[in-house]
């Protein structure tokens, strides 16, 4: 009986991945969003050219990887995105072009994005106004704290979910080229030809 085996690499890559997500999912910014779908859609794409790449049963866990993480990734961020509460976040080359747009023309261009999707604005953020009361003026006491966001959360999760999703379908494609590849008892050996010689 075949038995699915990993090498060292293989783990390393998985700890490795897990990291990242973890990483991702605790900072939870546009940035690390893009990140991560840049990186799933490499990724996925990266396993098309495996699939076409092997032959026997690596070809068929290659091509489960990228049909299941495909099909995840296409119905989390595609047509039912609402449903998900999410759309697919932008590509990491957005933040080279945006640096670059910022550089180059700080002013007199309109920007459409989304707000909260600009990394690096054109002008200088406004700067709030002192209090001006009985107590003090100036900006409030302690440090300023960021809550996580939400929207960008789920962005990585769906992300970090449509690569284990792509693994889900690895190992069980991997599962039905080791049964497949599993010899019948009953059929005559290789080279022998029935009904000859009985």
């Keep these: 009986m075949s038995r699915l085996r990993y090498t060292i690499a ?26 991560v779908f840049t990186l799933t859609v490499a990724v996925l794409s990266a396993a098309i050219l495996g699939a076409m790449a092997r032959r026997g049963p690596a070809r068929l866990t290659w091509a489960g990887f990228a049909l299941f993480g495909w099909i995840y990734l296409g119905t989390a961020f595609g047509p039912w995105a609402e449903a ?3 759309k697919a976040p932008p590509y990491l ?3 080279g072009l ?11 261009r309109l920007d459409t994005a989304p707000p909260g999707e600009v990394l690096f604005p054109r002008f200088a953020p406004v700067q709030p106004r002192p209090i001006v009361g009985a107590i ?3 900006p409030l006491p302690g440090p300023l704290v960021t809550l996580p966001d939400s929207f960008q959360f789920r962005r990585i999760g769906h992300c970090l979910a449509a690569i284990l999703f ?22 005559p050996p290789p080279g022998s030809r029935p009904g000859v010689g009985e």
């Design 10 to 35: 293989q783990v390393m890559a998985l700890v490795l991945f897990v990291g990242f997500g973890f990483a991702a999912l605790r900072s939870g910014t546009v940035l690390w969003s893009s990140a």
């Design 84 to 86: 998900n509460g999410v």
């Design 136 to 138: 003090r003026a100036g």
């Design 166 to 187: 792509g693994l889900a379908g690895a190992i069980l494609c991997r599962l039905l080229a080791v049964e497949q590849d599993r010899p019948n008892p009953q059929a």
């Design 98 to 108: 945006d640096y670059w747009d910022a550089k180059a023309w700080s002013s007199g």
């Design 93 to 95: 080359t957005r933040w």
